[in-house]
């Protein structure tokens, strides 16, 4: 069946470093590729997409490229902040079989120490 | 800007009472789902539904029920409430590709926290 895998949270970086979350998926068909966020008390808001193979996603400093012979979608920012801290969640939408259902990873909680 | 609006916020049910979570979008999207959000197991799909009328099951849909009367609104309700139903509800909505629109971005309403005890 259709299926997004996270890495486990939670990710602890300091300020201005690096982040990569990563993200492969299962799927039939050529489904599109999201990324959610969530802040504390909040619902999901989405971050970025991308619908075809080789598409970047980007918005907020954030990127996420679709890569098909992979099957990934691994979210990266080059210099994270405090306000960045929140749940991340990688979904996908669009598979043969699934037609308009978002199918969720099970999310990845990203903490940004000052 | 109303978007995705759910109500209640927060609800405690004892076992075996019923309720129903309403959910309201004012963006003329045909497609409206609910989820369920544990800890460790993100958003599963509980039921959804691809316009008036039209429902369907979702992954976990067992001691839920759902209608579509209009496009705007699509109530959960919950039967006779188990501790196992005690989650956060996000309810969503997004155009289908057969509305024409440019994105089938899903909107999310702000959630219920619903504890039974």
């Known amino acids: 069946g259709n299926s997004v895998t996270q890495m486990e949270g939670p990710v602890t970086l300091s300020e201005e470093a690096f982040l990569t979350i990563n993200c492969t998926y299962t799927a039939t068909g050529y489904p599109s590729l999201f990324w959610y966020v969530q802040y504390p008390g909040e619902g999901l808001q989405l971050l970025l997409k991308a619908t075809k193979a080789d598409d970047k996603g980007s918005n907020k400093g954030f990127e996420a490229t679709y890569r098909k012979e992979t099957t990934s979608f691994h979210l990266e920012k080059g210099s994270v902040q405090v306000s960045d801290s929140a749940v991340y969640f990688c979904a996908l939408s669009g598979a043969r079989d699934s037609s308009y259902k978002l199918i969720f990873g099970s999310g990845t909680r990203l903490l940004v120490r000052p | 800007n109303a978007g995705v609006t759910q109500t209640p916020k927060f609800q405690v049910l004892k076992t075996g009472q019923s309720m129903t979570l309403q959910c309201a979008q004012d963006?003329?999207?045909?497609?409206m789902s609910w989820y369920r959000q544990d800890p460790g197991m993100g958003l599963r799909l509980i039921h959804y539904?691809?316009?008036?009328?039209?429902?369907d099951q979702g992954e976990v849909p067992n001691g839920y029920n759902v209608s579509r009367s209009t496009t705007e609104d699509f109530p959960l309700r919950l039967l006779s409430a188990a501790p196992s139903q005690t989650s956060v509800y996000f309810c969503a909505s997004s155009y289908t590709p057969g509305q024409g629109a440019s994105s089938t971005e899903a909107f999310f309403g702000q959630g219920t926290r619903l504890t039974v005890v």
């Open positions: 539904s691809v316009g008036a009328g039209i429902t």
């Open positions: 963006m003329n999207h045909e497609y």
